[in-house]
């Protein structure tokens, strides 16, 4: 009742250098206990931790694949042959669609093949699908960052569509992040989208941080601001911050351990001390600037290139066609990413809005030359 | 330093699989005897994304036993329709499963009009390690 198995060539240093076998099993699971018992190793080679044959091991009796018989179960006689033989699979790593696709930064010598490995594996966060993460979502993905994570508890409303355009007019009354989804996919059939309908707050900002590489903030109101920077220092992520205001923006971005939002603001102001985010307005395109140089800020990120905008805060005058930078430096009294932070759990504040510029920032910001 | 012999209507062979299946990836199985190509066998391609993956048809892979049967070493081809012939990382993860078998390959990015024609080049990889193996081609075969 002897059962001949032909062991490949990979696992021939587990059985001494032997090509056959014989064993005495009346089924396929019996014999390969068989060989897992007679060989240390073997186990391993075949199954995982939960004991399940790996997938890429392929089982044959008399030359048929087990999976087309009784699997494990396939009983064994006298003179079978057994066979056991490892997959043979590889790839490369783009199509001739992406190779395409991506013809223009293959051609660059920062970027080339592996740059855009790089993009393809990166995992960056949008938080919000509003203003500012719709440029910055149609340009990373277009650009081909591997998957985009997007987190936005909001329909779209006609009022958005001056501005966000990740949403068209037919979208009105659908959740953002299917809206959006729904456009990258269009742009970019490549991208993988995961969408978030959920507000972020203290119960879900780590678990969702910590899935990413990046973090792009896109938020428009304080208590998401404070709740974004807090998580990103506590986590010792890189966010990509941005803010527009009437016909002003700001973008910087915020490496851990040089400095974060609370350098700057270390508390957020009081309730009704600034106007709410429907009474401020902001002109339609320059969400579409201050978005646009978040996600190129990203993409520095990824691909390790250039000078990031870490320590300096980069405003933008839409009225005035000007561009300042401010220097920013970590604040070693700042309460969360200080010496001695006094922060070191999630806040959740009520909602406000508006983006306050702080009078020392202001007077600063009139002495700075222009870069 | 180790080379294999190939005959050079083995390479056509070859190529002219990866043609046929362009632009999917395709995929065979040889059988090296004593440092030379005895035998080139195409296989079907089961990958899910054949474009730029491939898996040698688990319907296909019992030539591997026939090849050692007959006392040969087994080595394996595939393409790349648009990347360079060398071993990607994926192919480098997967060799893990086959360390050290001779593995072919051709590239057809440059099999285009006015291009340097298909590339081919072999090698044995021992991840994370990949060893480029000489090639002597036998005009003559
Ligand atoms: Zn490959
Ligand atoms: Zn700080």
Known sequence: MSVKVYIPTPFRALTGGQSRVETEAGDVKGLLGDLEARFPGMRDRLRDEQGVLHQFINVYVNSEEISALDGEATALKGGDDVSIIPAVAGGSAFTIEEVKRYSRHFLLQDVGPSGQRKLKNARVLLIGAGGLGSPAGLYLAAAGVGTLGLIDFDVVDHSNLQRQVLHFTDRVGDLKVESAKQTIGMLNPNVKVEAHNAILDSSNAFELFREYDYVLNGVDNFPARYLANDAAVLLGKTLIDGGINQFEGQVTVYKPGHGCYRCLYPAPPPPGAVPSCAEAGVLGVLPGIVGSMQALETIKQILGIGDPLVGRLLLFDALSMEFRTLKLRRDKGCPVCGDHPTITELIDYHEFCGAPIPAELADQRDRVAVH | ?141
């Open chain 2, 1 to 141: 330093m180790e080379t294999v012999s190939i005959a050079r209507s083995q390479i056509d062979a070859i190529v002219a699989h990866a043609r046929a299946g362009a632009p999917d990836e395709v995929c065979g199985v040889v059988a090296v005897r004593e440092g030379e190509v005895v035998r080139v066998m195409p296989t079907r391609n089961a990958a899910a994304t054949p474009r730029n993956r491939f898996e040698i048809d688990s319907r296909d892979l019992m030539r591997v036993v026939e090849v050692e049967r007959e006392g040969h070493d087994v080595g394996f081809y595939h393409s790349h329709p648009v990347s360079v012939a060398y071993p990607s990382a994926t192919d480098i993860g997967f060799a893990e499963l086959w360390p050290g078998a001779l593995q072919l390959m051709v590239s057809l990015r440059q099999d285009v009009p006015g291009g340097t024609g298909p590339e081919f080049h072999a090698y044995r990889i021992v991840p994370p390690q990949v060893n480029v193996v000489p090639l002597v081609i036998d005009e003559s075969r």
